[in-house]
């Protein structure tokens, strides 16, 4: 299996610019999440669908925030209008089914001058 | 909400050493999953362990869920496993939201 892919892998924009990251889960996976790492705060959860449902977005840290899974193998994370401290790495991850291990992505790091 | 503690924060070792990680939470788990995180940034899963030991290669692991810890054994240590070992419990029971440790960076000297 190919994995969990994200892209991009690195993105670079200046703030006040509109931000879309892309996760690709392990097919046949039935929940997916949405994670953000930085040094002050670590590895942080956002959001987590199940069955392309979201489930729980108390993660998500102010309405500039939004994802979106419109199928089983496909979703995005925006960020609108950008700010440089949503500068961090960006990890999606899947699961088979709930409460099972977490299969993470590459990551894509984001930095918002 | 439940806390999770990892111990020691820094190990540095000479290779072929053996260490012990640990992770203790503040309450009651039914999911503790250990991943490390690569100097590349790849955060891989190592071990899905609510309860028991399980082995894998060099690497084993055992979570005492009635008192609250796990433990992660790392013998004959290569310099590919430096990095950042992370454990994560859920929030509460059932739930599939996982609490992330602060991690602990190991760096393993030739």
């Known amino acids: 299996d190919a994995g969990v892919i994200q892209s991009p892998r690195h993105e670079v924009t200046e703030m006040g610019q509109e931000v879309t990251l892309r996760c690709k889960p392990i097919?046949?996976?039935?929940?997916l999440f949405w994670y953000r790492q930085t040094m002050m705060r670590g590895l942080e959860l956002l959001i987590y669908f199940n069955n392309n449902v979201p489930i729980d977005d108390s993660g998500m840290p102010e309405d500039r925030f939004s994802a979106k899974m419109p199928n089983a193998s496909f979703s995005t994370l925006k960020i609108q209008p950008s700010e440089p401290r949503d500068s961090a790495v960006y990890f999606c991850a899947s699961s088979s089914t709930r409460g099972d291990t977490q299969y993470f992505g590459p990551g894509t790091r984001l930095t918002v001058l | 909400g439940i806390q999770v503690e990892q111990s020691p924060p820094d190990l540095i070792l000479q290779e072929g050493a053996n260490s012990t990680l640990r992770c203790n939470f503040s309450?009651?788990?039914?999911?503790l999953q250990w991943f490390h995180q690569n100097p590349w940034g790849q955060l891989i899963n190592l071990f899905y362990i609510p309860s028991g030991t399980k082995q894998n290669g060099r690497l084993s692991a055992t979570t005492v869920a009635t008192e609250r810890y796990s433990l992660l054994y790392i013998s004959s240590s290569q310099t590919t496993d430096s990095g950042v070992y992370f454990c994560a419990v859920p929030t509460q029971g059932g739930s599939e939201k996982l609490v992330f440790g602060k991690g602990m960076k190991l760096t393993v000297n030739p």
């Open positions: 309450d009651s788990v039914n999911n």
């Open positions: 097919s046949g996976h039935n929940s």
